[in-house]
């Protein structure tokens, strides 16, 4: 007859509780229990499954980057998977008033507490949410929009923070902006408008270094996005490879322009000729 045959009507106050070296709860028989088996694995096991079983709110490791004018997702999801269609979703913005940008409870959006500048503009997928997919749409994002946005579940009282970056970015155009007679030089310059955040812009020549410039200039406009500057002297020695570049770190982006400048006896320097350099 098997253990549990024979102590199959034992009321469950004949054990006494004890502990597994890592932590776990077990539970023993008092000496009324004279069977050796003791089913620790399946008592224990069940408690700890139990115990470990709730679901995490998970978001990415890095700041999400979009583009003004883009759409953009802000991951956001339930793991282990735990079906949210039906429960509260709040996304939101500590630093504004409202700070909701999208709340969900009971099936449907409460359109009322959200920050009026995301009005049709935010979204959950809502066909996913079941999946434990709580993430965030914002359709044409805006500069204003960059900031941390807080992924919060009520369910589980559990949230994470995303950190959206919004960039901006166009390529650099190099024109002619005049002579330099005392050393038979051109005078290039090159402009970049419309980035974000703040880039660099510099000069590079054919193998790739820097090159000695004049300072750059930087204007920020109504619209809060940058336009730099900045102007270059290129003896006409010998042939020159120029590379104008602008870059921004934050975003990972750079733009570059490359123009050829021919040697002195490609041109005679004077105004009139000006335009050969643009030309190669």
Same mark, same amino acid.
């Given at each position: 007859?098997?253990?549990?045959? =024979? @102590? ?11 502990? @597994? ?12 229990t004279t069977c050796s088996f003791i ?14 079983? =709730?679901? *995490?709110? #998970? ?8 583009? #003004?004018?883009? +759409? #953009?997702?802000?991951?956001? !999801? ?61 359709? /044409?994002?805006?500069?204003?929009? *960059? ?10 009282? /559990? +949230?994470?923070?995303? =950190? ?24 290039? =310059? ?18 790739? !270094? ?12 109504? +619209? ?16 020159? !490879? #120029? ?5 921004? /770190? /934050? ?6 322009? @490359? ?22």
């Amino acid at each position: 007859m098997s253990c549990f045959q =024979q @102590h199959k009507n034992l009321p469950s106050f004949h054990q006494t509780q004890g502990e @597994h070296t890592d932590g776990r709860l077990a539970f023993f028989p008092t000496a009324a229990t004279t069977c050796s088996f003791i089913p620790l694995n399946f008592v224990s096991l069940e408690i700890y499954f139990f115990s470990s079983g =709730q679901s *995490e709110v #998970i978001g990415p490791l890095y700041p999400v980057v979009a583009w #003004i004018g883009d +759409d #953009i997702i802000l991951p956001c !999801n339930l793991d282990p998977v735990m079906d949210a269609l039906d429960m509260a979703v709040e996304w939101a913005r500590p630093d504004l008033n409202p700070r909701f940008v999208f709340v969900w409870r009971d099936g449907v959006e409460l359109e009322s507490k959200k920050h009026p500048s995301y009005t049709n503009r935010t979204s959950l997928f809502t066909d996913e949410l079941k999946n434990g997919n709580i993430s965030l749409k914002i359709s /044409k994002v805006k500069l204003s929009d *960059e900031g941390a946005y807080r992924c919060f579940f009520p369910e589980l009282n /559990k +949230d994470t923070t995303v =950190q959206l970056v919004v960039g901006a970015v166009s390529s650099p155009v190099i024109s002619f902006a005049g002579l330099n007679k005392s050393i038979s030089g051109v005078v290039l =310059q090159c402009e970049s408008a419309g980035w974000y955040p703040e880039p660099e812009l510099l000069w590079l020549d054919g193998e790739g !270094n820097l090159l000695s410039a004049g300072p750059t200039e930087t204007l920020r406009g109504p +619209d809060d996005l940058y336009t730099v500057s900045s102007r270059l002297t290129v003896e006409k020695r010998h042939s020159n !490879n #120029i590379t104008c570049r602008v870059q921004q /770190k /934050k975003i990972s982006q750079s733009r570059e322009t @490359h123009r050829h400048v021919p040697g002195k006896s490609n041109c005679i320097v004077f105004f009139g000729c000006k335009n050969v350099f643009w030309l190669e």
